[in-house]
């Protein structure tokens, strides 16, 4: 009897997202947020937000997206910064970190495009372990938990005055 070798699982790789990712990313949103997800503030906030395709990403495995990460460039108040959702993973991917890894890639894609800020709207326990705290100062369109608004400053400040577009 001959052994196979296994062979080794599919690797993930995260990319800038192009818009042939879009219907893999429609498909994965919609199935991680349901039909629900148009109601959301954070919808009211990508009505008017200025898409940033070179700060969002998509993790692939053998050309399938099993993740995205969307950027946005608004403001809070005055100040430009960039807006974070939806953040989404494929259910076989979760508890691996993939999330984890797709918001750490795009915020350091947004530092070193200059950015100031980052903020989204979440839960602190998930996003305090990637630099998030709760932006007590930034007002959403819309209802939303004050204590779901959180921010990841690079450099100032932190952000502060109701999200608006840029």
Not at 106 to 119: H, I, M, Q, S
Request: net charge neutral; charged share 25%; hydrophobic share 40%.
């Amino acid at each position: 009897m001959s052994v196979q070798p296994c062979r080794p699982a599919p690797a993930l790789t995260l990319v800038n997202e192009t818009g042939a990712h879009g219907p893999q990313i429609e498909t994965l949103l919609d199935r991680a947020f349901g039909p629900g997800r148009f109601a959301k503030s954070s919808e009211r906030v990508r009505e008017f937000a200025d898409f940033a395709p070179e700060l969002s990403f998509v993790a692939e495995e053998d050309g399938k997206v099993v993740g995205v990460v969307r950027m946005w460039r608004v403001k809070a108040g005055d100040q430009p910064v960039v807006f974070l959702g939806p953040l989404a993973v494929e259910a076989s991917e979760r508890r691996g970190g993939l999330g984890a890894q797709l918001v750490e890639r795009a915020c350091e894609a947004t530092r070193a495009a200059g950015e100031d800020a980052v903020v989204l709207v979440g839960d602190l326990p998930y996003f305090q372990r990637v630099g998030f705290q709760i932006a007590p100062g930034v007002g959403m369109p819309g209802p939303v938990d004050p204590n779901r608004v959180l921010v990841r400053s690079f450099k100032g400040p932190a952000p502060s005055g109701a999200i608006a577009p840029r």
